[in-house]
Structures are given as C-alpha cells and as structure tokens.
C-alpha cells in the first residue's frame, strides 16, 4: 500500500519553489489558473501559503477531454471563469494530481481558445509518474509511484487531503 504524503506538508516548498521559477524566467505578474476542482482547492492553499490574493481562475476542461464521447458528461460540470484575459499574459496552471497528461492537454487547449498565452507554467501537487502524453510539471509537490490497482484523490478544500482508492477487480 502506497504511503500519501500531506498536501499541507507539501505547499510551502511548492510555494518556494514556483516563486523562484517565476523569478528566474522575470515573471513578475502572473495569473493563475486552478482546474477544477482539486486544482482550484490546490492554486487556493498555494496563493495563502505565498501570502497573495491574486484573482484566481477555474477551468473547467469536460468539454475538452479527449474520452468525453466515451465517458459523457460528468454531472457536476461547471463553468469556466477567468476573470482576466488570457492573450499575452504569463499564466500559473495549477492542478492537484499529474496521471496520464489528458487533463492537462485538455486545460491547454481550451486556455488556447481564450487566446494565446506568453507562458504557461505548470504546478501539481502529485506528479504520478504514469504519463502517456509528453507533459511534465515545472513545478511539484511529491513525486509518487502507485500500484497498477491503486489511485489517489484530493479531497477538501479545507482540510487538503490525500486518499488512496483500490480499483474494483
């Protein structure tokens, strides 16, 4: 059984560490971006443990996942809102877990639809290791490897949390 790691553990070198990526690449105003929803729950914690309270926006990318037509629409899809433009701008995506790539891929193309950014830095709190899509975090919280039978889920928003879940047989 996998050991999960505190996501409260995790966010102040997360924090550290976005702050020096951002600095070494001269982006003194970024916005940021949380998927939803472990990844609002995530950029939300994130902005505290840096001391800021930047607008912050929710994407939400069901319409733009490439297993949508097989899986359908998921009943708690909610609007995108971003509460800034997106073209020209240095943006922070945050989300919790890192898997496969999709959901990221998925986030990307709709942040394209909005316009095309200067940059696009990407934060998770889990980077899982099981990538099938050549996407890495810039920066992250805990680099775990789980069993074929295992995956994890954020819970919150307050407290953060971690549980493993054991795929039914």
Not at 1 to 19: F, K, S
Not at 54 to 77: C, E, I, K, N
């Amino acid at each position: 059984m996998t050991n999960l790691p505190n996501p409260h553990e995790l966010l102040p070198r997360m924090a550290l560490d976005l702050q020096r990526h951002l600095q070494q690449r001269g982006i003194d105003q970024p916005h940021y971006i949380g998927i939803r929803t472990g990844g609002v729950w995530v950029a939300q914690a994130l902005l505290a443990e840096m001391g800021i309270d930047p607008a912050l926006g929710m994407l939400d990318v069901s319409f733009y996942r490439d297993d949508f037509t097989r899986h359908g629409l998921h009943p708690q899809v909610q609007p995108t809102a971003l509460p800034f433009e997106v073209e020209g701008q240095h943006l922070v995506l945050i989300d919790d877990v890192l898997m496969t790539g999709r959901t990221i891929r998925a986030a990307l193309n709709e942040l394209f639809d909005y316009g095309r950014p200067a940059s696009v830095t990407l934060a998770c709190l889990l980077d899982l290791g099981a990538h099938e899509l050549p996407i890495r975090p810039d920066v992250i919280g805990a680099t775990l490897s789980l069993a074929p039978d295992e995956r994890v889920k954020l819970s919150g928003p307050d407290p953060l949390a971690l549980e493993l879940h054991l795929l039914s047989q």
